[in-house]
Each structure stands twice: as C-alpha cells, then as structure tokens.
C-alpha cells in the first residue's frame, strides 16, 4: 500500500460485499432508496451528498458527487453554495461550543 | 481495452443487431455552419463547403415514399444554409410527413436572410429541435462558441412570439441538453423540469420539452476528452451505464441517416465515421426497403453513448421507466 486513499478503489466500492455480502446488500439497497426521488428531489439529495463530503472530507465521496451534481445539472455557483453551507456548518459548530468555554471560564473565574 | 460493442450486445441476447422498422429519414444537408461548437460530432463550421444538391434531395423525396418515413428530420450543419432548404422543406410539407428540424437557434439571427425562418417554420408546420446545453451564458457559451447563448435567447423569444414552444401550442420547440463537459446527463425530467423553470423566470422563455443527448466519443468530442484527459474515465462509465433496455431501442433501429452526398448510415454518427449501411444499397438513388431492413447494424464502441443509463438519440432518453 502506497498511498491511503486511491481513486481506483471508488471503482471497487461494490465490492464491499466480498467480505460480508449480507450487510453490504443492505447497505446498498438502502443507499438506493435514500437518493432516490422523494419529498426532495434527486438533485437536491446530491446536493445534500456534496456537502456532507465535504464536512466528513471524504476524497471518495467529494469525486463522486462533484459528478453526479455535475450530471443532474448543478453549474459552479450552486456546488460553491453547497459546499459553503457545509463549511458555515463545520465552522458553526467549531464556533456554538465557544458558550460552553465561556460558561466554564466565567464558572471558575471570580 | 474495452469489450466491444458487439461483444456486449451478444453478452445480453441483442444479436443479430438489426433494424425493427424505417420510420425516420434523417437527411443532412450540409456540414456548413454559422457555429464552431466544441463538441460536434460533424465537425462542422463555416468554413465546410459540402452541402447536398438538389438532385441528391429528390433522392430524398422519393426515399420518404419508397421508405414510407412518417418523420424526415432535417440536419446539417445548419440545415438552413443549404439555399435549396426552403425547397426541400416545402417539398417534404407538400407530402404531408413530419418534418424536425435541428436548429441552431443563432442562424435565425446570423443574416437579414434568415430573420423570417421562424414564419417560414410555422407556415410548413415544422418541429423545432435546437441545443441550449444549459439556462445561463457561461457553459453554453464554453460549448457553442461566445455570445451563442445571447443570441439564442433572442431567437427563442421570437419562436415564443409566433406561438413555438408555448403550452398547448401544436408548434412544437424542443431544447436539447448536451452535457458542457466529460459526464453523462442526469433524468431527462429532472432536468426539463429545472430548464423549464428557469428559462421561464430569467428570461421569460417557454418550450415543449427538453431532450437529454449523450455526448458521443467521436471527432471533436473525442479529441477533447483526449486533450483533457477523460478520455479513458468517460469511456469507463459508459461501459459501466450500458443498459440492455436502452440497446433495443437505439435510433439506429428505426432511423436511417443520409449524407449530404446521398450515401446511407445507420445513424448520423456512424456517418460521422464514414460507416456505410451494411447493405448492397449504399446510396439513396438505390434505395431499396426490403434490402435495408434485413442489413445488420453497423456498431463500435462510440454506440456505447446511446446505450448509457436511459439511453441516447436524436430524440433523447430511450429507456425511461
């Protein structure tokens, strides 16, 4: 193994089931449904994807639905917005835990 | 490198790969064009010289007889500046088929010459088929040369004008979506539904319906994949979306496609490809049904583009649950 992460091995993502096929079936057959056609639509889903790639940086899943928003008809500004709002979510959160640090600093402080 | 098309056909019971019917003529009269797009597959322009004559299109008319073609679907280049296009539409009109027509949508704005094509359409009662990749300026300007996508929102407001593309209109304008680079197109309704809305809230445009077309792995398409370096990973994922269901129902199977100089295809790329009907008539002036149904389609790995997820022609989508 050279490198962590290779792109050849998105490729190779079904083949999960090698090991335990039963989970890995149900697995896939739940990931199906998610992004199918819903109360959202399968664009808005994708967009969702990008995002959330984002936020856990997974390199796989950013390949993967940079494609997919890019084959449900997503231009450069709409993918930028989703990935902004995965960042004001990460940077959100990083940032909402400062009152915790503020409630201890001013419980121990006089 | 990648299993052959034919291999892949037999793989799924589809041989022998045969035509079900000829019901579509598709004639290209010309490679001449006011655009230079990027992804065309006839590699056409301004600078191609070669237009079908008039004897070649008389070939035609009597073919849509021989052939008894319900729809003639009119292509170039930009069908219109073939100056015997009037002729052969009216023509075609007079025999009382459907009549398509690829349009480019800026030749309507090109010259004074062609400022009343969109009158000239509605009095033969033509169908309209014209690519808009996408509803801003910037990708379809990238695919279809700068200030196409202006002047195709100016030519499309004056189709609107004169009743093209409205609802419930009998004047049909259909818009094609070409992918603006090396990915598939997503559902075709999807992305109607997404056109429809926008062209109607940006720019007040109206049309029928959208058709998402495949880019084919040919000519200029195939030397930017190459150039770029998409190439293999393109090729990869249509092997990967081949769909059986899409390969029954390919457009070679009920279209045959004629060059502007009367020789006979079983698509237009092919054509593209110089990939003659397998078949002892070649040519329009020898036109024979019976011989024509019973030849054996041409394929290569380009057919792998028609065959993608729900499926590619001139039309769209061919597999749509």
């Given at each position: 193994m050279k490198t962590y992460y290779n792109p050849e091995d998105l490729k190779k993502f079904s083949s999960i089931g090698e090991f335990e096929p039963r989970l890995a079936k149900k697995f896939f057959d739940y990931y199906g449904e998610v992004f199918k056609e819903g109360a959202l639509t399968e664009r808005e889903k994708s967009l969702i994807a990008l995002a959330v790639a984002h936020t856990i940086q997974c390199p796989y899943c950013i390949d993967a639905y940079t494609q997919d928003t890019l084959e449900k008809g997503c231009d450069e500004a709409q993918v930028m917005e989703a990935v902004h709002v995965a960042s004001a979510i990460r940077g959100g959160a990083t940032l909402v835990h400062g009152v915790q640090m503020m409630n201890k600093f001013k419980e121990l402080s006089m | 490198m990648f299993l052959k098309f034919s291999k892949q056909l037999d793989l799924h019971g589809l041989n022998p790969y045969l035509p079900k019917n000829i019901e579509i003529l598709q004639v290209?009269?010309?490679?001449?064009?006011?655009q230079t797009c990027k992804h065309c597959h006839v590699d056409a322009g301004p600078h191609r010289k070669e237009i079908m004559d008039m004897d070649t299109m008389q070939y035609c008319l009597n073919a849509l007889d021989v052939l008894q073609c319900k729809t003639v679907d009119i292509t170039g280049g930009a069908p219109e500046m073939n100056s015997n296009f009037r002729w052969f539409v009216e023509e075609c009109f007079n025999k009382g088929v459907k009549i398509l027509i690829r349009c480019n949508l800026t030749i309507i704005e090109a010259n004074k010459k062609y400022y009343d094509l969109p009158h000239f359409y509605k009095q033969v009662q033509v169908e309209i088929i014209s690519s808009l990749?996408?509803?801003?300026?910037s990708k379809t300007d990238a695919q279809r040369g700068k200030g196409v996508f202006d002047k195709s929102i100016s030519a499309l407001k004056k189709l609107n004008e004169i009743g093209y593309g409205k609802e419930n209109s009998a004047l049909k304008l259909h818009l094609v979506y070409n992918p603006t680079g090396a990915f598939l197109p997503g559902n075709q309704k999807a992305l109607e539904s997404e056109f429809k809305i926008k062209l109607k809230n940006l720019y007040g445009i109206d049309f029928s319906s959208l058709f998402t077309i495949t880019n084919v792995p040919i000519n200029r398409f195939l030397q930017y994949l190459k150039d770029s370096g998409n190439y293999g990973h393109y090729m990869e994922k249509l092997l990967q979306s081949f769909n059986p269901k899409a390969a029954e129902n390919t457009m070679c199977r009920n279209t045959l496609s004629v060059s502007w100089d009367g020789f006979l295809y079983d698509c237009d790329f092919n054509q593209m490809l110089d990939l003659k009907v397998n078949s002892s008539a070649q040519h329009i002036k020898n036109i024979e049904k019976e011989i024509l149904l019973k030849r054996e389609i041409i394929t290569g790995l380009h057919c792998y583009a028609c065959t993608a997820g729900a499926g590619s022609s001139c039309g769209g989508e061919t597999a749509s649950d």
């Amino acid at each position: 193994m050279k490198t962590y992460y290779n792109p050849e091995d998105l490729k190779k993502f079904s083949s999960i089931g090698e090991f335990e096929p039963r989970l890995a079936k149900k697995f896939f057959d739940y990931y199906g449904e998610v992004f199918k056609e819903g109360a959202l639509t399968e664009r808005e889903k994708s967009l969702i994807a990008l995002a959330v790639a984002h936020t856990i940086q997974c390199p796989y899943c950013i390949d993967a639905y940079t494609q997919d928003t890019l084959e449900k008809g997503c231009d450069e500004a709409q993918v930028m917005e989703a990935v902004h709002v995965a960042s004001a979510i990460r940077g959100g959160a990083t940032l909402v835990h400062g009152v915790q640090m503020m409630n201890k600093f001013k419980e121990l402080s006089m | 490198m990648f299993l052959k098309f034919s291999k892949q056909l037999d793989l799924h019971g589809l041989n022998p790969y045969l035509p079900k019917n000829i019901e579509i003529l598709q004639v290209n009269l010309g490679k001449m064009c006011n655009q230079t797009c990027k992804h065309c597959h006839v590699d056409a322009g301004p600078h191609r010289k070669e237009i079908m004559d008039m004897d070649t299109m008389q070939y035609c008319l009597n073919a849509l007889d021989v052939l008894q073609c319900k729809t003639v679907d009119i292509t170039g280049g930009a069908p219109e500046m073939n100056s015997n296009f009037r002729w052969f539409v009216e023509e075609c009109f007079n025999k009382g088929v459907k009549i398509l027509i690829r349009c480019n949508l800026t030749i309507i704005e090109a010259n004074k010459k062609y400022y009343d094509l969109p009158h000239f359409y509605k009095q033969v009662q033509v169908e309209i088929i014209s690519s808009l990749p996408y509803y801003l300026p910037s990708k379809t300007d990238a695919q279809r040369g700068k200030g196409v996508f202006d002047k195709s929102i100016s030519a499309l407001k004056k189709l609107n004008e004169i009743g093209y593309g409205k609802e419930n209109s009998a004047l049909k304008l259909h818009l094609v979506y070409n992918p603006t680079g090396a990915f598939l197109p997503g559902n075709q309704k999807a992305l109607e539904s997404e056109f429809k809305i926008k062209l109607k809230n940006l720019y007040g445009i109206d049309f029928s319906s959208l058709f998402t077309i495949t880019n084919v792995p040919i000519n200029r398409f195939l030397q930017y994949l190459k150039d770029s370096g998409n190439y293999g990973h393109y090729m990869e994922k249509l092997l990967q979306s081949f769909n059986p269901k899409a390969a029954e129902n390919t457009m070679c199977r009920n279209t045959l496609s004629v060059s502007w100089d009367g020789f006979l295809y079983d698509c237009d790329f092919n054509q593209m490809l110089d990939l003659k009907v397998n078949s002892s008539a070649q040519h329009i002036k020898n036109i024979e049904k019976e011989i024509l149904l019973k030849r054996e389609i041409i394929t290569g790995l380009h057919c792998y583009a028609c065959t993608a997820g729900a499926g590619s022609s001139c039309g769209g989508e061919t597999a749509s649950d």
